[in-house]
């Protein structure tokens, strides 16, 4: 996975998000917003919400795509999971708990990390 392909990945996998994704576009009057925005503004909510709800299959999903962007070799893709993505996640100590037991190897170790770095952890 790379930073400049990231959003549509994100896309291909959940195309529900297509729409919201539409809607972005549609703010920033034709520039490109970014894949900080778009995860920050589009993914996170989709995850919290998926979270909350504990859809299993939608889980495994969700963190399946997670590790994919963890194990990447692109440094940038790996930046917008830890800063937007897993950073956000732990904000909320709960839903991190949750989140914690579907991440799978590289996506908690991240996560462990950026936490203890807060000083979260």
Known sequence: MEYGTVVVEMLKVFPELRELYEEELEDWD???PGAHNIFGD???PYL???IKEGDEVKMKQVFH???KMAVSEDELVQEVLV???LEYLGD???LLSKAHDY???NTKKLSDEIEKGLGRK
Do not use: A
């Open 92 to 94: 909320e100590r709960s």
């Open 103 to 105: 991440m799978e190897y």
């Open 83 to 85: 800063c937007t993505v």
């Open 30 to 32: 034709g520039g490109d």
């Open 65 to 67: 795509f997670l590790e």
């Open 48 to 50: 919290i919400k998926q």
């Open 42 to 44: 589009i993914f996170n």
